[in-house]
């Protein structure tokens, strides 16, 4: 339990620069990770997937707080958009737990490991989405953001990465669409985290200090340095040619998905 704690300190510092250098959400870096953790430490192999995106998204509740306020007092978030996203995106987080405890470990695996590739294909190459002409309907909003939802919930990513290039589609420009994004992540990560306690609470061969498919430990060592590494990476970010950068963060990735194909 303290090797998995001091390393998820670590893993916190990292993850938070990264998210504040480049953009992402934490999960991209947290876990793929905590699963080579959690299967080093001896843990059940069908639950090393779903505890690794279960404590993943747990730190995202308070990694987007931050996030959210620093929008807020910037008035760059859409409160109406978020509003109008919101629910579908509870909804689909709720119905992500429930899914990814009937799944096998290897199937959540085998989803991130395309989640990692497709991401840092879209890094390496700098794709970036292209505006549209018109506004989503109310319904296209409520199914898109379910999918999203689903999607976040069952990877233990905060969504932005599927958010942003939706909102950029539709005409909401880059900044804002970052903005909603973050805030959509927060009741996105609350409903689904509470969905994993309540699934895993009766699971069997936890290991001790789970609360359901959480591992406590690994949550509190991240949310404990990711919370101040996550704003030195958004003012490096204004510092460093992140553009570049992205590049050889790209690389990582590549190496985090062959690592989770052969671990």
């Known amino acids: 339990m303290v090797e998995n704690f001091l390393a998820s300190i670590l893993l916190g510092a990292v993850a938070g620069l990264m998210a504040g250098l480049f953009g992402i959400g934490g999960g991209l870096v947290i876990v793929p990770i ?9 843990f059940p192999a069908e639950l090393v997937m779903i505890m690794s995106v279960a404590t993943s998204l747990a730190t995202i509740i308070f990694t987007s ?3 959210v306020l620093a929008h807020h007092r910037l008035n760059s978030v859409l409160w109406n958009k978020v509003f109008t996203l919101g629910p579908g995106i509870m909804i689909g987080a709720a ?3 429930v899914v990814a405890d009937h799944v096998a470990g290897g199937v959540l695996r085998f989803m991130f490991i395309i ?6 294909v879209q890094m390496a190459l700098q794709l970036k989405p292209k505006p549209g002409r018109q506004q989503p309907s109310k319904a296209l909003d409520f199914g898109v953001a379910g999918i999203i939802g689903l999607l976040s919930s069952l990877l233990g ?11 950029v589609h539709f005409q909401t420009p880059m900044r804002s669409a970052v903005a909603i994004a973050s805030a959509c992540g927060l009741p996105m990560a ?4 509470i969905g994993y306690a309540i699934l895993g609470k009766d699971a069997l061969q936890l290991p001790d200090w789970s609360l359901g498919y959480i591992y406590v430990p690994s949550f509190v060592g991240i949310v404990l340095t990711s919370i101040y590494t996550a704003p030195i990476g958004a003012k490096l970010a204004h510092k460093l040619p992140a ?7 790209s690389l990582l990735l590549f190496v985090m998905a062959a690592k989770l194909i052969w671990f």
């Open 34 to 42: 905590l699963a080579v953790l959690f299967a080093a430490q001896g």
């Open 65 to 67: 707080i931050s996030s």
């Open 95 to 97: 119905l992500g737990a």
């Open 115 to 120: 989640y990692l590739l497709c991401v840092g």
């Open 157 to 167: 990513i905060g969504g932005g990465t599927l958010i942003v290039p939706f909102l």
């Open 190 to 193: 609350v409903v689904g985290t």
């Open 243 to 249: 553009e570049k950068l992205k590049r050889y963060f």
